[in-house]
């Protein structure tokens, strides 16, 4: 009778062990939750990658006049090409907001492979939560509807003295102190758009 007891617990303790992976009853929550994480920036990722070419960016920081003590946010930041151009020419601390994970990897690369970790960094936030009170230069390649959504926050937390330059979109019928084009590698023209934050917002 022991024996057969013996060999029952023995059985069942296998059988637990083996089977727990599937019976674990917190198991598919769990499954669940990771996949929504995963899942999670891409349904936030509302604009595509698309890069600015150099030249362009080049371009929107000298509009900018980005000067010594400046801080520079992209929204956005892709590659990270802004925010690295930025450090590099004008020894400026640069921070880009990204969502995509791989982009966000690549970027914080090539921030290290140009040997500007002190000045440049990527934080990885969607656009649409980032405190904009810091920076003193807004730089943007977005989306119409996108920059729509951030001009409330724009108009509510950036200082008198910060400029936004935005390539291709402008701000609706917040008037621009300078509109250029800019012609890319390819020939084609690009816009890009400075307004400066004076008192109050543009309008
Ligand atoms: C058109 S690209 C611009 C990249 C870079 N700023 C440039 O001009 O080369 C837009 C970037 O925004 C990122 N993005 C889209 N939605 C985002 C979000 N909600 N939060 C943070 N980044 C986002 C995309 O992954 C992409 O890298």
């Known amino acids: ?18 089977a727990w992976p599937v019976l674990d009853p917190a198991r598919d929550g769990r499954r669940v939750v990771t996949y929504a994480q995963e899942k999670d920036w891409e349904t936030k990722k509302i604009v595509p990658f698309v890069p600015t070419p150099q030249g362009v960016v080049d371009r929107m920081l000298e509009l900018a006049e980005v000067k010594k003590g400046d801080v520079v946010y992209d929204l956005g930041s892709g590659d990270g090409r802004i925010v690295i151009t930025a450090a590099r020419k004008y020894g400026v601390r640069a921070v880009g907001f990204e969502i995509d994970p791989d982009l966000i990897k690549e970027s914080r690369e090539n921030i290290r492979k140009a040997g500007l970790e002190h000045l440049a ?3 990885q936030q969607d656009i649409l939560t980032v405190d ?7 730089t943007m390649y977005l989306l119409p509807s996108v920059n729509m959504q951030l001009r409330p926050k724009v108009q509510k937390e950036l200082r008198p003295g910060a400029r936004i330059v935005s390539h291709a979109f402008d701000m609706e019928d917040w008037k621009a102190d300078r509109v250029e084009q800019v012609k890319d590698p390819g020939g084609f023209s690009r816009t890009v758009y400075l307004w400066r934050i004076r008192d109050r917002a543009p309008r």
């Not at 022991?2 to 296998?14: D, E, I, P, Q």
């Not at 904009?132 to 807004?138: E, F, K, R």
């Open 1 to 18: 009778m022991a024996k057969l007891r013996w060999f029952l617990l023995t059985g069942l303790f296998a059988f637990l062990v083996t």
């Open 121 to 123: 960094e990527i934080r």
């Open 132 to 138: 904009l009170s810091p920076a003193t230069v807004l």
